[in-house]
Protein backbone atom coordinates (compact mmCIF):
# COMPACT_ATOMS: atom_id res chain seq x y z
CA UNK A 1 0.00 0.00 0.00
CA UNK A 2 1.30 3.32 -0.79
CA UNK A 3 0.71 7.17 0.48
CA UNK A 4 -1.53 6.59 3.08
CA UNK A 5 -4.15 3.49 1.05
CA UNK A 6 -5.85 0.86 3.28
CA UNK A 7 -6.56 -2.38 2.35
CA UNK A 8 -10.22 -3.14 1.73
CA UNK A 9 -12.29 -5.78 1.94
CA UNK A 10 -16.00 -6.38 0.64
CA UNK A 11 -18.43 -6.43 3.06
CA UNK A 12 -20.79 -8.94 1.27
CA UNK A 13 -17.80 -10.87 0.81
CA UNK A 14 -16.43 -11.53 3.79
CA UNK A 15 -20.29 -12.03 5.31
CA UNK A 16 -20.93 -14.48 2.21
CA UNK A 17 -17.94 -16.48 3.07
CA UNK A 18 -18.90 -18.64 5.51
CA UNK A 19 -21.98 -19.34 4.10
CA UNK A 20 -21.35 -22.34 1.88
CA UNK A 21 -19.05 -24.26 4.23
CA UNK A 22 -21.94 -24.10 6.62
CA UNK A 23 -24.81 -25.30 4.94
CA UNK A 24 -22.39 -27.99 3.48
CA UNK A 25 -20.99 -29.20 6.43
CA UNK A 26 -24.79 -28.94 7.75
CA UNK A 27 -26.04 -30.91 4.86
CA UNK A 28 -23.15 -33.72 5.69
CA UNK A 29 -23.72 -33.62 8.62
CA UNK A 30 -27.74 -33.80 8.54
CA UNK A 31 -27.81 -36.62 6.36
CA UNK A 32 -24.99 -38.65 8.77
CA UNK A 33 -27.01 -38.15 11.32
CA UNK A 34 -30.41 -39.60 9.79
CA UNK A 35 -28.45 -42.78 9.72
CA UNK A 36 -28.38 -42.84 13.65
CA UNK A 37 -31.57 -43.55 15.69
CA UNK A 38 -30.45 -41.33 18.40
CA UNK A 39 -32.41 -40.88 21.54
CA UNK A 40 -35.11 -39.02 20.63
CA UNK A 41 -35.75 -41.13 17.07
CA UNK A 42 -35.67 -39.71 13.52
CA UNK A 43 -39.10 -38.22 13.29
CA UNK A 44 -38.70 -35.89 16.24
CA UNK A 45 -35.02 -35.16 15.11
CA UNK A 46 -35.56 -34.03 12.19
CA UNK A 47 -38.81 -31.81 13.38
CA UNK A 48 -36.30 -30.26 15.68
CA UNK A 49 -33.84 -29.76 13.17
CA UNK A 50 -36.52 -27.85 10.79
CA UNK A 51 -37.29 -25.79 13.86
CA UNK A 52 -33.86 -24.77 14.60
CA UNK A 53 -32.88 -24.52 10.45
CA UNK A 54 -35.64 -21.79 10.49
CA UNK A 55 -34.88 -19.96 13.50
CA UNK A 56 -30.74 -19.98 12.78
CA UNK A 57 -31.68 -18.53 9.21
CA UNK A 58 -33.53 -15.64 10.69
CA UNK A 59 -31.56 -15.06 13.79
CA UNK A 60 -28.23 -15.01 11.54
CA UNK A 61 -29.93 -12.95 8.70
CA UNK A 62 -31.22 -10.26 10.51
CA UNK A 63 -29.07 -9.96 13.31
CA UNK A 64 -26.97 -6.36 13.51
CA UNK A 65 -28.43 -5.23 10.46
CA UNK A 66 -28.98 -1.67 12.54
CA UNK A 67 -25.20 -1.70 12.44
CA UNK A 68 -24.93 -2.63 9.10
CA UNK A 69 -26.86 0.42 7.71
CA UNK A 70 -25.72 2.59 10.35
CA UNK A 71 -22.44 1.77 8.84
CA UNK A 72 -23.42 2.00 4.84
CA UNK A 73 -25.36 5.35 5.45
CA UNK A 74 -22.23 6.87 6.57
CA UNK A 75 -19.25 5.65 4.09
CA UNK A 76 -16.73 7.64 3.09
CA UNK A 77 -15.36 7.42 -0.63
CA UNK A 78 -12.84 5.31 -1.11
CA UNK A 79 -9.86 7.20 -1.56
CA UNK A 80 -7.62 6.88 -4.92
CA UNK A 81 -4.60 5.00 -3.26
CA UNK A 82 -7.16 2.32 -1.50
CA UNK A 83 -6.46 -1.10 -2.71
CA UNK A 84 -9.49 -3.56 -3.23
CA UNK A 85 -8.43 -6.64 -2.56
CA UNK A 86 -9.93 -9.74 -4.34
CA UNK A 87 -13.04 -11.52 -3.54
CA UNK A 88 -10.75 -15.26 -3.27
CA UNK A 89 -8.31 -13.67 -1.01
CA UNK A 90 -11.25 -12.31 1.74
CA UNK A 91 -12.82 -15.98 1.46
CA UNK A 92 -9.51 -17.67 1.64
CA UNK A 93 -8.64 -15.77 4.23
CA UNK A 94 -12.03 -15.97 6.43
CA UNK A 95 -12.33 -19.63 5.93
CA UNK A 96 -8.41 -20.28 6.90
CA UNK A 97 -9.14 -18.80 9.90
CA UNK A 98 -12.46 -20.10 10.71
CA UNK A 99 -11.19 -24.04 9.29
CA UNK A 100 -10.74 -25.05 13.55
CA UNK A 101 -14.17 -23.63 14.32
CA UNK A 102 -15.75 -25.14 11.31
CA UNK A 103 -14.48 -28.43 12.11
CA UNK A 104 -15.66 -28.14 15.57
CA UNK A 105 -19.29 -27.03 14.73
CA UNK A 106 -19.28 -29.98 12.15
CA UNK A 107 -18.06 -32.52 15.13
CA UNK A 108 -20.80 -31.02 17.79
CA UNK A 109 -23.41 -31.32 14.70
CA UNK A 110 -22.64 -34.89 14.22
CA UNK A 111 -22.33 -35.26 18.21
CA UNK A 112 -25.37 -33.89 18.97
CA UNK A 113 -27.04 -36.77 16.46
CA UNK A 114 -26.82 -39.18 18.87
CA UNK A 115 -29.53 -37.42 20.94
CA UNK A 116 -31.97 -35.99 18.02
CA UNK A 117 -30.45 -37.29 14.58
CA UNK A 118 -30.49 -34.55 11.94
CA UNK A 119 -30.53 -31.33 14.45
CA UNK A 120 -26.91 -30.69 14.79
CA UNK A 121 -26.82 -30.41 10.60
CA UNK A 122 -29.68 -28.32 10.27
CA UNK A 123 -28.79 -25.92 12.71
CA UNK A 124 -25.70 -25.90 11.22
CA UNK A 125 -27.11 -25.38 7.65
CA UNK A 126 -29.70 -22.73 8.55
CA UNK A 127 -26.34 -20.88 9.79
CA UNK A 128 -25.41 -20.98 6.70
CA UNK A 129 -28.54 -20.00 5.21
CA UNK A 130 -28.70 -17.04 7.46
CA UNK A 131 -25.33 -15.79 6.05
CA UNK A 132 -26.58 -15.91 2.20
CA UNK A 133 -29.47 -14.00 2.68
CA UNK A 134 -27.56 -11.70 4.92
CA UNK A 135 -25.25 -11.51 2.64
CA UNK A 136 -28.48 -10.82 -0.46
CA UNK A 137 -29.33 -8.07 1.54
CA UNK A 138 -26.75 -6.21 1.74
CA UNK A 139 -26.33 -6.88 -2.24
CA UNK A 140 -29.68 -5.45 -2.47
CA UNK A 141 -28.72 -2.29 -0.76
CA UNK A 142 -25.85 -2.07 -2.85
CA UNK A 143 -27.52 -2.04 -5.64
CA UNK A 144 -30.27 0.55 -4.51
CA UNK A 145 -27.69 2.87 -3.14
CA UNK A 146 -25.70 2.05 -6.52
CA UNK A 147 -21.96 1.43 -4.59
CA UNK A 148 -20.46 -1.10 -3.41
CA UNK A 149 -19.50 -1.36 0.54
CA UNK A 150 -15.58 -1.56 1.45
CA UNK A 151 -14.37 -2.34 4.67
CA UNK A 152 -10.90 -1.48 5.87
CA UNK A 153 -8.82 -5.39 6.53
CA UNK A 154 -7.47 -4.34 9.54
CA UNK A 155 -10.77 -3.90 11.38
CA UNK A 156 -11.74 -7.05 10.92
CA UNK A 157 -10.80 -9.73 13.36
CA UNK A 158 -7.95 -11.65 13.31
CA UNK A 159 -9.68 -14.50 11.64
CA UNK A 160 -10.68 -11.81 8.65
CA UNK A 161 -14.71 -11.75 9.99
CA UNK A 162 -16.28 -9.43 11.87
CA UNK A 163 -17.34 -7.09 8.95
CA UNK A 164 -19.92 -5.01 11.43
CA UNK A 165 -17.82 -5.52 14.66
CA UNK A 166 -16.80 -2.90 17.54
CA UNK A 167 -13.31 -2.07 15.73
CA UNK A 168 -15.19 -0.93 12.34
CA UNK A 169 -15.61 2.95 12.33
CA UNK A 170 -17.14 3.39 9.19
CA UNK A 171 -16.85 1.43 5.48
CA UNK A 172 -15.49 3.24 2.62
CA UNK A 173 -17.82 2.94 -1.13
CA UNK A 174 -16.72 2.51 -4.48
CA UNK A 175 -18.83 2.35 -8.00
CA UNK A 176 -21.10 -0.61 -8.61
CA UNK A 177 -18.27 -1.94 -11.28
CA UNK A 178 -15.38 -2.07 -8.77
CA UNK A 179 -13.63 -5.41 -7.64
CA UNK A 180 -14.06 -8.75 -8.77
CA UNK A 181 -17.49 -9.62 -7.01
CA UNK A 182 -21.01 -8.14 -7.93
CA UNK A 183 -23.37 -6.72 -5.19
CA UNK A 184 -24.54 -9.12 -2.94
CA UNK A 185 -20.42 -10.94 -2.60
CA UNK A 186 -20.99 -13.26 -5.29
CA UNK A 187 -18.51 -13.90 -8.03
CA UNK A 188 -18.97 -11.31 -11.00
CA UNK A 189 -19.53 -13.20 -14.57
CA UNK A 190 -17.69 -12.15 -17.24
CA UNK A 191 -19.87 -10.71 -18.91
CA UNK A 192 -20.60 -7.53 -16.18
CA UNK A 193 -16.90 -6.67 -16.56
CA UNK A 194 -17.11 -5.77 -20.09
Do not use: C
Not at 115 to 138: E, I, Q, S, Y
Amino acid sequence: MVRGGQGLARVAVVVRAGAAPLWWLGVFAAGIGMLVPGVTGRRIGVLAGAALFIVATAVVAFSRRKRYAALAGAAARAGKYDVLQDRAVTVRTWRRGHRWWLLAAFAAALGSSFAAPAAGGMLLAGTGAGLRLKAAWLGRREKADDVLLWVRVDWLDRRGGGPAGKPVKGYRSTGIAAGDAAPGGARRRTAELV
